[in-house]
């Protein structure tokens, strides 16, 4: 056996096995996970941002606005840690159409959640009454 048909073979071996392992299935499901893993840290935050609106109370102006998005966007981020369990639990080949759909619906949740989070950060959440700015400047302090 020359060096050419074992290098040859050799690289044929791996490119099989890379194929199999970037199927297109594969990729997804990895993805899928990524993003779920990115979600832990949004959760933080939104939890964050549920206690300085329960701290501040009905007082805030956008109180009633921002308690609904930010315990929605937390009850989302939890249905997508169920989905992505069951996702990664459910089929080892992800070819089952199930884990399509179930991928599919995250990725939708996900979006869901973002644009819930834009909302969230656009009202702004401020622990500091709205007057606190003008009393420094009245009080000569800068």
Do not use: W
């Amino acid at each position: 056996m020359d060096e050419e048909s074992v290098r040859s073979e050799g690289s044929s071996v791996v490119y099989r096995h890379i194929s199999r392992i970037m199927s297109k299935n594969y990729y997804s499901k990895m993805k899928t996970l990524a993003e779920g893993l990115m979600d832990i840290g949004l959760m933080t935050a939104n939890a964050s941002q549920l206690k300085a609106v329960i701290d501040v109370g009905p007082t805030h102006r956008y109180y009633s606005t921002l308690l609904p998005l930010i315990i929605t966007s937390l009850v989302l981020q939890v249905l997508v840690g169920v989905l992505v369990l069951v996702l990664f639990t459910d089929d080892e080949d992800g070819e089952n159409l199930r884990c399509k759909r179930i991928n599919n619906v995250v990725v939708g949740v996900i979006f869901i959640i973002t644009v819930l989070n834009v909302l969230i950060g656009g009202f702004g959440i401020s622990a500091s009454p709205p007057d606190y700015y003008h009393d420094v400047n009245a009080s000569g302090t800068s």
